[in-house]
């Protein structure tokens, strides 16, 4: 099946600072989404980018099919962004079954 | 829309019993999944519906699992007997022709 690698898997910040994830994918895929799960353990829709780039607020996510990457920019971070991010794909012409990375678990200190 | 919902939201019970948790998916949506999600295996995908048809339960570990859809509004995972290794968050989520996925708030279920 389908592989998918994200980095780094563990990240700690202050408050302020500026990140960057990395999601790569195997495979063509024609679903990917990332996610982010609170302390609390809700998972929450960030984006829904097969392709091309999307902004919302201090985030923003760029999909790069041909390359096989996405990668997820937190800018400003917050306390409130902490938790782990997921990315998660589905191959392009298959059935839809949806493959997790394993996550970024990030950290954002006062 | 209130969401995908699911009950209960925690749930204890000892080795051997039978345990059945539900979800509600967003209305409209015409695909279901149900994931388990423990610290060793990060999120698995146990099976997904769509239009109440069961399309893929590759993922569900053994026969002790089943999970039904009796309507576009409902669907149940059945865990029996249960045992202490199914102790796990076990989410829902629709989506509506596939693409993206909204999650339920989950279920912990935590077997002695």
């Known amino acids: 099946g389908i592989q998918v690698e994200q980095s780094p898997p563990d990240l700690i910040l202050q408050e302020g600072a500026n990140s960057t994830l990395r999601c790569n994918f195997s495979d063509s895929v024609n679903n990917l989404q990332w996610f982010h799960q609170n302390p609390w353990g809700q998972l929450i829709n960030l984006f829904y980018?097969?392709?091309g780039t999307k902004q919302n607020g201090r985030l923003s996510a760029t999909t790069v099919a041909t390359e096989r990457y996405s990668l997820l920019y937190i800018s400003s971070s917050q306390t409130t962004d902490s938790g782990v991010y997921f990315c998660?794909?589905?191959?392009?012409?298959?059935?839809?079954?949806?493959?997790f990375g394993r996550g970024t678990s990030l950290i954002v200190h006062p | 829309d209130a969401g995908v919902i699911q009950s209960p939201r925690h749930e204890v019970t000892e080795m051997g019993q039978e345990v059945t948790l539900r979800c509600k998916p967003i209305s409209g949506h015409d695909y279901l999944f149900w994931y388990r999600q423990t610290m060793m295996r990060g999120l698995e995908l146990l099976i997904y519906?769509?239009?109440?048809?069961?399309?893929?339960d590759s993922g569900m570990p053994e026969d002790r699992f089943s999970a039904k859809m009796p309507n576009a509004s409902f669907s149940t995972l059945k865990i029996q007997p249960s045992e202490p290794r199914d102790s796990a968050v076990y989410f829902c989520?629709?989506?509506?022709?596939?693409?993206?996925?909204?999650f339920g708030p989950g279920t912990r279920l935590t077997v002695t």
């Open positions: 519906f769509n239009n109440n048809v069961p399309i893929d």
């Open positions: 989520a629709s989506s509506l022709e596939g693409y993206e996925q909204y």
């Open positions: 998660a794909v589905a191959l392009s012409g298959g059935s839809y079954i949806p493959t």
């Open positions: 980018i097969p392709s």
